[in-house]
C-alpha cells in the first residue's frame, strides 16, 4: 500500500477502517495493474498525453514504486495532434525513463495502405497503426485510458476485454469478472485491451488529479485559442483542412475536456483556469466528455462500437 493511500485512510470506530471513494478506485487500479505484471509477457500503455492516460501512467507509477514501470509506452500519432500534447507526452517519458513506441498514421498514408478521408479527420485511421505496431512487438495486454461513463459502446466493456486475432471486439465473448477476477488467458495471436480507469467518471478523474497535484498539459484549461465553428463544435484551425472559405476563424476563452487530434476535439466555452474550476464546470455538466467535444462520435449511433468491432480503442 502507498504512503498516501496509507495517510488517506479514515478511522471511523476503534480499529475500524475505510477507504475514500479516489482511495477504493485508486487500489481497484493498482490491483489491475499488478495483476497484468503477472498474467501478461508483453505488456504496454496506450499514452496519447490525455488527462486519462496521464492519470493511468500515475497509477502505473505508484503500482511498481520503487521499481520502474515494467511497461513500455504506446502512441498512435495521427500527425493532426496539439503541439502541447505532444509537448507533454515527450517530457513525461524522458522524466520517467521510459521507453515509448509511437506508430505514426503518416507512414500508412505515405506507403499507400491508408487513404486520407474527404473530410481530413484521421482519427478513425488509427486502427491499422494501432493494429500493426500490437502485432509487430508481440504486445499481449494493452491498457488504455476508456471509461464506462464516457460512450455506450464502452459502457459494455469488461476491465479486461479479449481481443481477437484481428484485434477486433466482440460483446458476446466478454468474461464475466465477479469478486475483481480477471481472465487474461487468450490465444495465439489475440490480445487483451485493459482498462484500469473502467469504474471512474470524469470527475473522479479530475478529483484524483487534483488531490494528487498531476500536471496537465495546459489546453485542459480556459486559454484563448483561434477556432471556428463546425457541427456545434469550437475546432482548432490547422492544415488538416479547417476552416473551410465558409467558416470564420474567432479568438475564444475555451478549454478541452477531452483530447483526440485537432481535426475530431472540439473545445468548449470556459473560464475555468484551474483545476477546483473544472470540478465545479463538470459537476454542473449534463454532457459526457465524448458527447460534448468529439466529431468522431457523431459519424453514427454506433460510431464507437462499429471501430471498435474494427480493432479500435
Not at 476508456?146 to 466478454?174: I, M, Y
Not at 490480445?191 to 489546453?219: A, C, G, K, M
Not at 483542412?241 to 475530431?264: A, F, N, W
Request: glycine share 6%.
Amino acid at each position: 500500500m502507498t504512503t498516501a493511500t496509507t495517510q488517506s485512510l479514515r478511522e471511523e470506530s476503534g480499529n475500524a477502517f475505510t477507504l475514500s471513494h479516489l482511495d477504493a478506485l485508486e487500489a481497484e487500479s493498482v490491483h489491475i495493474f499488478r495483476e497484468v505484471a503477472g498474467e501478461f509477457e508483453r505488456p504496454v500503455i496506450l499514452f496519447s498525453g490525455g488527462k486519462d492516460s496521464i492519470v493511468m501512467l500515475h497509477l502505473a507509477l505508484k503500482a511498481f514504486w520503487p521499481a520502474p514501470v515494467p511497461f513500455s509506452l504506446l502512441h498512435v500519432d495521427t500527425g493532426h495532434n496539439f503541439p502541447e500534447v505532444i509537448e507533454y507526452r515527450d517530457r513525461t517519458v524522458a522524466q520517467h525513463n521510459l521507453r515509448l513506441h509511437v506508430a505514426h498514421v503518416q507512414d500508412f498514408i505515405d506507403d499507400g495502405r491508408l487513404r486520407e478521408r474527404p473530410d481530413g479527420t484521421r482519427n478513425p485511421l488509427q486502427t491499422v497503426p494501432l493494429l500493426d505496431a500490437i502485432e509487430s512487438n508481440k504486445f499481449d495486454a494493452v491498457f488504455g485510458g476508456g471509461r464506462r461513463d464516457e460512450e455506450k459502446a464502452r459502457a459494455k466493456e469488461r476491465v479486461f476485454s479479449l481481443r481477437d486475432e484481428f484485434g477486433a471486439w466482440d460483446p458476446r465473448r466478454q468474461r464475466p469478472e465477479l469478486w475483481s477476477l480477471y481472465n487474461g488467458k487468450h490465444a495465439v495471436g489475440e490480445h487483451v485491451r485493459v482498462f484500469p480507469l473502467s469504474n471512474w467518471t470524469e470527475l473522479d478523474v479530475w478529483q484524483y488529479i487534483e488531490r494528487e497535484n498531476i500536471e496537465l498539459p495546459e489546453i485542459y484549461y480556459a486559454h484563448e485559442r483561434d477556432v471556428f465553428a463546425r457541427d456545434g463544435m469550437w475546432l482548432t484551425a490547422g492544415a488538416w483542412g479547417g476552416p473551410k472559405d465558409s467558416e470564420t476563424v474567432q479568438r475564444r476563452l475555451i478549454r478541452y475536456r477531452t483530447v483526440g487530434d485537432m481535426s475530431c476535439t472540439g473545445a468548449v466555452d470556459s473560464d475555468a483556469v484551474s483545476i477546483a474550476d473544472v470540478i465545479t464546470e463538470i459537476a454542473a455538466s449534463r454532457l459526457t466528455e465524448r458527447g460534448a467535444t468529439r466529431a468522431d462520435d457523431k459519424l453514427s449511433e454506433a460510431a464507437m462500437e462499429d471501430r471498435k468491432r474494427e480493432g479500435y480503442f
